[in-house]
C-alpha cells in the first residue's frame, strides 16, 4: 500500500527558505510518478512540480528558479527546496503520487491516486 507523509512546513519570511520533506514508500517501484501541490484558503489546488521515474521534471512558471524537487530512493524521500519565497506562496503543501511511467501534462490533481495530509507554508512580508 503506498503511503505519503508530508514534513518540513512552517512560517517564515520573505525572502527565506523552507525544505519539505515527503516520507513515501511508492519510490521502490520501477515506475511512479510524484508532484508537489499547493492550495491557498479560497483558492483551487496548484501543480507546483512533478518527478517522474526516468528523471523528467516539471516546475509551474510561478516557481520555476526558486524552487528544486528532488528525490533519494535509499531514504524514501520526496523533497522540495523553496528558496526565495514570497507570501504568495503561503499555501497548505501535499505530495501526491501515481503508479505511471511518466508524468502527465500540466501537474494536475486529477491525475494522482494517493495525496499526503499536507504541511502549512506560511510565508509573511
Known amino acids: 500500500q503506498v503511503q505519503l507523509v508530508e514534513s518540513g512546513g512552517g512560517s517564515v519570511r520573505a525572502g527565506g527558505s523552507l525544505r519539505l520533506t515527503c516520507a513515501t514508500s511508492?519510490?521502490?517501484?520501477?515506475?511512479?510518478?510524484m508532484g508537489w501541490f499547493r492550495q491557498a484558503p479560497g483558492k483551487e489546488r496548484e501543480g507546483v512540480a512533478d518527478?517522474?521515474?526516468?528523471?523528467?521534471?516539471h516546475y509551474a512558471d510561478s516557481v520555476k528558479g526558486r524552487f528544486t524537487i528532488s528525490r533519494d530512493r535509499a531514504k524514501n524521500a520526496l523533497y522540495l527546496e523553496m528558496n526565495s519565497l514570497k507570501p504568495e506562496d503561503t499555501a497548505m503543501y501535499y505530495c501526491?503520487?501515481?503508479?505511471?511511467?511518466?508524468?502527465?501534462?500540466?501537474?494536475?490533481?486529477?491525475?494522482?491516486?494517493?495525496w499526503g495530509q499536507g504541511t502549512q507554508v506560511t510565508v509573511s512580508s
Open positions: 518527478i517522474a521515474s526516468d528523471d523528467m521534471i
Open positions: 501526491a503520487a501515481n503508479r505511471w511511467y511518466r508524468c502527465g501534462p500540466g501537474i494536475s490533481s486529477r491525475d494522482y491516486s494517493y
Open positions: 511508492i519510490l521502490k517501484y520501477s515506475t511512479y510518478c
